[in-house]
């Protein structure tokens, strides 16, 4: 089932590993050039550009972008009661581990007289993204609005793929969990166009304005993500997110059926999803390929999760050691990281490089997709090599607030000055030896 690529007896470097293991490949600049004419009309025609897309793309045109709130309170009491549940303890659970993420000012005292503090202000507006495509994801709300929420981002939107099956509203239990989670604003609107919107702004057809945003977060296709590259600085963003990835690495102490199954997991997300196991054993290999089979065959989207699994982006590294296998997966730097091994705590610990790391048979990904409390907007296509994912830091930007007295000033200025000239930029050390009489500085 997967392909294999056997390193036993040898560890190529970094850059060869990188070029090596397997890898979706998603060229965002290829459909730049698809996106660049709907960014452009919405700045030029509003609202009436986003709706004419949306009728192409989605084939339905809602009445307003902007969900009435009538629709997100109805979606929450036809929610099923289970599915409520679920989603206040995944909210719950967020919520626990996001309220520790919370940033405090700090001030230094530099010198007598000479302070500098670091404040953390929160965005003041926040464009969050749920995807709406192959499969509906109200998680991705939780995950999303949970951070900013605790970072004290005032004024959220949350924009979502309108629903043909649903009259052009957006999904039902993705307003619901807006609900829940006190999101009062949602824009039926997906993909470039939504980018695209929330970076300019509108008038909606009923004649309300639709406030554009400070920062937009959140997972989508390779459009959406077009349209993140060609806006940002307009817009912060999150990242550019790519297909889905799961890296396990394993020795003879995991179960073939765990692994198995949490490789078709995120398979199951999308034809692009990347599923790889690193092992040390061959007969594990075996063992998780047979059961693949078996596994495949029985799923739901067994098309899906076969042609992912089958994909060049997917596949077995077999290593000689776990010391090996740490070496592979910080090269990789996968988006989803299960450690299943012998002292799986400690090898753990030698993680450099992951968006988040499950450690042990009882902490599969799917657990920290929805109820482990962690985040799962997490950095693909290796960026976890430098990228983090999304948090309640995410939200804040640190503002240096500098207070110096005369004294303070007086007793550096010359200093400044000789740095100033020393750059040639005399103008700066004048600027401070402007505010003492000849001599005093």
């Known amino acids: 089932m997967l392909s294999r690529t056997d390193l036993r007896g040898r560890v190529p470097s970094p850059a060869e590993l990188r070029a090596t293991l397997p890898r979706a490949e998603v060229d965002v600049d290829a459909v730049l050039h698809q996106v660049r004419p709907v960014v452009e009309a919405v700045r030029d025609r509003g609202v009436e550009a986003v709706l004419e897309y949306t009728q192409r793309f989605d084939q339905v045109r809602p009445h307003t972008v902007r969900v009435p709130e009538a629709e997100i309170d109805r979606a929450l009491a036809e929610l099923d009661p289970k599915v409520r549940e679920a989603l206040q303890e995944s909210i719950s659970r967020a919520r626990t581990v996001h309220a520790d993420q919370r940033r405090t000012d700090v001030t230094t005292r530099v010198v007598e007289g000479g302070t500098v503090t670091e404040r953390w202000v929160p965005v003041a507006r926040v464009g969050l993204y749920a995807p709406g495509g192959l499969a509906v994801y109200p998680s991705s709300v939780v995950m999303n609005v949970v951070p900013a929420q605790a970072a004290g981002v005032e004024s959220l939107v949350l924009c979502s793929p309108p629903q043909a099956e649903f009259g052009g509203l957006v999904h039902p239990t993705i307003l619901a969990a807006a609900a829940l989670l006190g999101v009062r604003e949602?824009?039926?609107?997906g993909g470039a166009q939504a980018v695209a919107l929330l970076a300019y702004g509108g008038t909606d057809t009923d004649g309300r304005p639709l406030e554009p945003a400070d920062l937009v977060t959140g997972p989508g296709n390779i459009y959406l993500t077009a349209a993140k590259r060609m806006l940002r600085g307009l817009i912060g963003i999150d990242s550019e997110a790519g297909p889905t990835e799961i890296a396990i690495l394993a020795d003879d102490t995991a179960d073939p059926e765990h692994v198995a199954a949490d490789l078709i997991s995120q398979a199951e997300h999308d034809v692009l999803a990347a599923s790889v196991l690193v092992t040390t054993s061959?007969?594990?290999?075996?063992?998780?390929?047979?059961?693949?089979?078996?596994r495949v065959a029985a799923t739901k989207h067994t098309e899906r999760v076969e042609q992912a699994l089958r994909g060049k982006?997917?596949?077995?590294?077999?290593v000689s050691t776990v010391d090996d296998g740490l070496r592979v997966v910080n090269a990789y730097a996968a988006e989803h990281l299960e450690i299943q091994t012998a002292q799986a705590s400690s090898v753990a610990a030698r993680v450099r490089n992951a968006g988040a790391v499950f450690v042990g048979p009882y902490a599969p990904v799917s657990?920290?997709?929805y109820c482990a409390g962690s985040n799962h907007v997490l950095p693909t296509g290796g960026f976890a090599r430098h990228s983090s994912g999304l948090s309640?830091?995410?939200f804040l930007?640190?503002?240096?607030?500098?207070?110096?007295?005369a004294d303070a000033l007086r007793a550096v200025a010359d200093k400044v000055v000789?740095?100033?000239?020393a750059e040639d930029l005399p103008a700066h050390g004048e600027a401070v030896s402007a505010r003492f009489p000849e001599g005093e500085a």
Request: hydrophobic content about 50%.
């Open 313 to 318: 982006q997917s596949g077995t590294v077999l």
């Open 186 to 189: 949602v824009w039926a609107v």
């Open 418 to 421: 000789v740095l100033a000239e």
């Open 397 to 405: 930007r640190g503002i240096h607030v500098v207070d110096y007295s």
């Open 392 to 394: 309640v830091q995410s």
């Open 282 to 294: 061959e007969r594990l290999a075996d063992a998780v390929d047979a059961e693949l089979q078996r």
């Open 367 to 369: 657990l920290g997709d």
